[in-house]
C-alpha cells in the first residue's frame, strides 16, 4: 500500500487505501488524511488510538472506532498492531453515529470484521452480508466512553496537561485550581462546557486511556494501576471494567490463536512514525 501523503487530504485518499489488515509498528501513527467513505477500523490485535481535532478515542479489540466520511483524523499503535480497515457505502454509513465514535465490537461482528479483512476471496455478495452483521451489531449497542475530548480553552488545556503529566499523583480539583491560579468554580465550568464531562470523569478516562497503552505495551496489572493513580489493583479493576468491558488482566492476555497468522498475512502499513 502506498503512504498517504501528510497534505493529501481529498477524497482521492480513498484510492490509496485497501480494506484489509495493515501491521502497525508500536508508536507508529498515520499521517493526517481523510475519505470520501465512513469506515470501521479494528484492533485485531493491540491498541489503536483515533485522533481528530476534537479529541482522542482509544479502541482496544473489543471496540471498533468509527470514522464517518470527511472527518480529518490519524491513527495511532500501542504495540505491535493489527489494523483492519472496513469501508461502507452510504447506506450503511447512515446507520451509525454522525461523528467519530468508539462502538462495542461483539464477538460475532469482531468474527465478520476478521472475515472481511481476511483477503480470503469471498464473494461481493458474501461479503456485503458481512458487512451488514457488522453494523447491525455495532449499531444496537450504545456508543462507547472512551472519547477524551481535547480541550481549547488555554486554561483549561494547562490543567489537563498538569494532570497528564504526572498521572500517578492523584489531584483534587481544589488542588488544580491552586496550581493553575483559576478558581474551581471556572474549572469546574470549563471541564463541562469543553469535555461534557466532570473533573473526575474526565480524569478516569485518561487514566483508562493510559492504563490501555500501558497494558497493550506489557505492563502489568499493577504496574498499570500504580502509573495511573489507582490506591490498589481491586479500585483499578472496579472502575476499568465498566468501561473497557474486560478485566484488566483479561485484556493483557495474549489475542486467541489464530490471530498471529492473520497477522503474517496482512500488509505493513507503509508510514513512518
Known sequence: MMPVSRHNLDAA???????GAFRFAHAETSP???HSRGHLVHAATGVLSLLT?????IAPANRFA??????????RAHGLTDMR????????????????????ASPLAREAALAITSGSGRSPEALAHLRQVVVD?????????LHLPEP????????????????????SLEQLAARTHVGTRTL????????????????????VHRALVLLANGATVTEAAAACGWANTSQFIEQFTPLVGMTPGRYRRPAEPGTDHELQNGTSSGYST
Open 13 to 19: 485518499d480513498d484510492e490509496q487505501w485497501t480494506e
Open 32 to 34: 493526517l488524511h481523510q
Open 53 to 57: 481535532e476534537t479529541g482522542a478515542w
Open 66 to 75: 468509527w470514522v464517518p466520511a470527511g472527518f480529518p483524523h490519524r491513527h
Open 85 to 104: 480497515i472496513i469501508y461502507l457505502d452510504d447506506d450503511l454509513a447512515a446507520e451509525l453515529p454522525a461523528a467519530p465514535a468508539v462502538l462495542v
Open 137 to 145: 451489531e455495532a449499531s444496537t449497542a450504545p456508543e462507547q466512553p
Open 152 to 171: 481549547h480553552d488555554s486554561r483549561l488545556r494547562a490543567a489537563a496537561r498538569l494532570v497528564e503529566h504526572d498521572l500517578a499523583t492523584p489531584v
Open 188 to 207: 469546574t465550568r470549563l471541564f463541562q462546557d469543553e469535555t461534557g464531562m466532570g473533573y473526575r470523569q474526565w480524569r478516569l478516562q485518561l487514566r
